[in-house]
């Protein structure tokens, strides 16, 4: 079916849960959980290059719709690409085996750092291999941008609306603002156009928006109920000093339900709850919680298996774990089913064409960021340039380039 101008995506019902599958889903996350340095953008690049690319298990227009629809629900971005693309491969097991290895490496090492900072009650340190790892990271992430860039802007309308995106990202406007304002908009475009070819906007029993309200609406009145109705069975926790096993999981677990906007808001959501509420942490435990969540690999959200190791040991660490980021599962398990057949839609596929849109222009937004913190000095620099000419001229893997931009960072640290 067609959308005005481009072919409709459609994607097969999930695959057959076959134990090789599930093996390939296992053994890949479990490798990007290993070596997914520098953030969320980070992630999805190194998702797009093995996903897409390599193993072509998605086009990249899927990728981008997946992109989207995970930038429009809570919790972390990467990791429900991750449970989204088990679901596509090998159905509702996929869906868990893909998700849980892209978490529980993460988990696993910044648990063996909580479990150090508890004992010795210092952080080791490494600098000069953040700094190499970071100026490669950012390599990694403009080539990613620029591949799901040429896909996702198809016109000029929306190459303007991706600009118009970028400058409300400057502008602190709220990231989930910019993404459903971006749909709302690229929907309007797209009424405006029909006007103007039919002269009237004629609503039959089976149009375009009745076929999406028909096939979504159940679901997502299912989706935002049992959302907020756990949200709201969450927030009734008082204050304690030192909390139970069951409190720190439920903290999380409220958390993971109403997390938007990545790493930066987690320390938000954190240092209120942690800190100003229920003064389970100091401010420096939390500061360094957070420096934990970034260095390791894998999700920022693992900052919660520090914390939960600080507050009630490894059993603490657990139910943290689990707790923040089993919405995610909850919510891509609502969504991935008719995530595909939603851009069957004219008018949903005019939404996913602009909200991808503007998650991309949200990843240049972020990556600019991340560039003037990673890129100081000549060494963060010359670790760039060359890792991005190993990634366009030699087609170098990007695990290999962010392994070689750390390596860098030690051996040019140990040269000054």
């Not at 620099?381 to 991005?388: G, P, R």
Request: with cysteine.
């Amino acid at each position: 079916m067609s959308n005005g101008h481009t072919p409709a995506v459609e994607l097969p019902p999930p695959a057959t849960a076959s134990a090789a599958r599930l093996r390939e889903l296992a053994a890949l996350f479990l490798k990007l959980g290993v070596i997914s340095f520098g953030g969320p953008a980070a992630h999805i690049s190194l998702m797009e290059s093995e996903i897409v690319r390599k193993r072509q298990w998605l086009t990249r227009q899927q990728f981008l719709d997946m992109l989207g629809a995970a930038n429009l629900i809570p919790g972390p971005t990467s990791t429900e690409m991750a449970i989204n693309v088990g679901f596509v491969r090998a159905g509702w097991l996929g869906l868990c085996v893909a998700g849980a290895s892209f978490i529980l490496p993460a988990a696993l090492i910044t648990g063996a750092f909580a479990w150090a900072y508890v004992r010795f009650g210092a952080l080791t340190q490494a600098a000069s291999l953040l700094a190499g790892i970071k100026a490669a990271v950012i390599a990694v992430i403009a080539i990613a941008i620029w591949r799901l860039g040429k896909t996702a802007v198809k016109s000029v309308g929306l190459a303007a609306l991706g600009g118009l995106a970028l400058a409300a990202f400057f502008l602190g406007v709220n990231p989930i603002a910019i993404l459903f304002g971006g749909g709302l908009l690229g929907m309007l475009a797209k009424r405006a156009t029909s006007l103007r070819a039919a002269g009237a906007l004629i609503f039959s029993p089976m149009s375009p928006q009745r076929i999406f309200r028909a096939s979504a609406s159940g679901e997502a009145r299912a989706f935002w109920a049992r959302s907020f109705g756990a949200i709201a069975v969450t927030s009734a926790a008082a204050a304690v000093s030192r909390p139970s096993v069951y409190r720190i999981g439920l903290f999380f677990f409220k958390v993971g339900a109403v997390l938007y906007g990545g790493g930066y808001v987690l320390l938000a959501f954190l240092e209120q709850g942690l800190v100003q509420q229920h003064a389970w942490l100091t401010h420096q435990q939390l500061l360094d919680a957070v420096a934990i969540g970034q260095f390791t690999p894998g999700p920022v959200l693992s900052t919660a298996t520090f914390i939960g190791y600080i507050l009630g040991g490894a059993p603490g660490a657990v139910v943290a774990t689990v707790g923040i980021f089993l919405p995610s599962f909850f919510y891509v398990a609502l969504l991935a089913p008719v995530l595909f057949r939603l851009r069957q839609s004219a008018w949903m596929a005019a939404f996913l064409d602009s909200v991808n849109v503007c998650a991309v222009a949200l990843m240049g937004g972020v990556a600019f960021r991340l560039a003037a913190d990673a890129l100081r000095g000549w060494p963060s620099w010359a670790i760039a340039v060359v890792s991005l000419a190993a990634l366009l001229r030699w087609k170098v893997t990007p695990a290999w380039v962010v392994l070689g931009g750390g390596i860098a960072g030690l051996l040019l640290a140990a040269f000054r």
